[in-house]
């Protein structure tokens, strides 16, 4: 890492991650003159951002495509340390498409190639002026997001109570009122909570495509079809959009085409790990697990989760035959799946609610053989289907 001082005790620091060698040294002249009191800091990977104290934003100026930059910014909304640190970030393309992509990463400020004064002295202002101003603000989205991930619902509410309280930000509140009635199986408030948030504000991408994942949980395929179908009218390119379109082929039967829609998809954006776990689910069921070997990296928890996501759609449209194909290939070319017997259980209550006992008891007797000390869930139902049975 590379510290830039500026000869007196500054109250923060700004990250930079870039590839321009002169842009660290034209941000500290800039943040000196400016009279910021902040201390520009060189790094290059979003890992050396937790070493850093006092840590107020984060510059980034990546690769020329833009997807592998914006990327970055979501892997850093992803991870548990600095997940909502402001950004400035450098494009080499701004429209106003891509500032409504920055807008539902949050507290994302979007600015072109290449860096100018003009741009880069307010940006630096603003980043500056936001990351003091708004701590507590910032540090509230980040309790919130941490509960939510850790299904600490229970404290979500009250959270989001003093999130509003202090922001008025009715928009993001329905959003994630929205996710925290999906989580909760509550469909009906989570439509509601997800069209309220579509209504604060209609250019919201984030929000549609949470709508649309919402419809297809409740198994409401039409309606997620059409929400899908307007939504690509209003930007077409866009690859959580294309994504989705895969996943309605997918649950439709469509399984080429949906292979077809995910591969569009990656190429536009490679980094979206539901389109990949669709095109491996599809590559399975099309019996080609040599293809989808090769597209496995590495065992990323996410990918797992995904693919997970895409076996429990299957199971809960009484497809057990596939899905059951999707998990046993998944598990020989992901091996670290830590939550199989999960995802074993809820096909085994599919299957069960199909009055399908003879696979419950298969999925089930699955659940119970990986499952960790103490979890005694699937033991029970296997016990209560072979009481019927030998009665």
Known sequence: MIGLGVGKLCMGVLAIICDDEELPEAAQQFAAFEDLDVRI??????????DIEDLEGLIFQGPSQVWRSLDMIRRLRAGEKNSFLPVLIFL??????????????????????????????????????????????????????????KRQYET??????????????????????????LEKRELKAAVEFAMAAVKENNRSLEAR????????ENNSLEKAQEVITKSLAMAPEHPAFISMAGRLALLGGKIEDAAQIFAKSLKIDGGQQGALAGLIATDILLDRPADAKKRIMRDDPFLIRQLHAHVMDLARLKRLGE????MH????????????????????????????LKKALVYFRNSAAVAPKGFNKAQAEIAEIETKQSA
């Open 323 to 326: 899905a059951e194909k999707v």
């Open 156 to 181: 979500v509410g009250p959270m989001l109570d003093e999130f509003l309280a202090e922001e008025k930000d009715a928009f993001r509140t329905h959003l994630v009122r929205a996710r925290l009635a």
């Open 41 to 50: 800091e060189r790094v290059t990977t979003l890992d050396a951002l937790n």
């Open 329 to 356: 290939q998944g598990i020989k070319l992901l091996p670290t799946q830590k939550e199989a017997y999960k995802v074993w259980l809820t096909m085994g209550m599919h299957a069960k609610r199909q009055h399908n």
């Open 92 to 149: 080499p393309e701004l429209t106003n498409y891509y500032r409504a992509v920055c807008f539902d990463l949050e507290y994302v400020l979007p600015c072109s190639l290449p860096p100018q004064s003009f741009d880069l002295v307010p940006s630096l202002k603003k980043i500056v002026w936001f990351s003091r101003k708004k701590k507590s603000l910032l540090e509230r989205r980040a309790h919130i997001e941490g509960a939510l991930r």
């Open 209 to 216: 495509i949470l709508l649309a994942h919402i419809y297809m």
